[in-house]
Nanobody, 122 residues
Framework: QVQLVESGGGLVQAGGSLRLSCVAS????????MAWYRQAPGKQRELVAG???????NYADSVKGRFTISRDNAKNTVYLRMNSLKPEDTAVYLC????????????????WGQGTQVTVSS
């Protein structure tokens, strides 16, 4: 079994910064792609940023230049540094990881964290 736990969310003023962390634990054999999604009330889930096992990144246009995704493979952790935050960034941020378990090393399955709330005040 695999668990993803996010942390680092909170309340911040517009223009401020936060860093989110997501730690994967459990019977992990390997982790491929990792990503951050967000979902605001009344809106569909949105891919914010993704990072491959090799470190290649991609970002939603709305956060490009402001957010930075990174990972520490030794710690099974993915980060999202958020700068110049705007009220429209307010959402629940969800961590996603494609994981192969020790029990089944040949199949990658998507796992999700419970989410962490980010609220940006104007």
């Amino acid at each position: 079994q695999v668990q993803l736990v996010e942390s680092g969310g909170g309340l911040v003023q517009a223009g401020g910064s936060l860093r989110l962390s997501c730690v994967a634990s459990g019977s992990i054999f390997s982790i491929n792609d990792m990503a951050w999604y967000r979902q605001a009330p009344g809106k569909q889930r949105e891919l914010v940023a993704g990072i491959t096992s090799g470190g290649s990144t991609n970002y939603a246009d709305s956060v490009k230049g402001r957010f930075t995704i990174s990972r520490d493979n030794a710690k099974n952790t993915v980060y999202l540094r958020m700068n110049s935050l705007k009220p429209e960034d307010t959402a629940v941020y969800l961590c996603n990881a494609d994981v192969a378990t020790i029990r089944n090393k040949f199949i990658l399955l998507k796992y999700w964290g419970q989410g962490t709330q980010v609220t940006v005040s104007s």
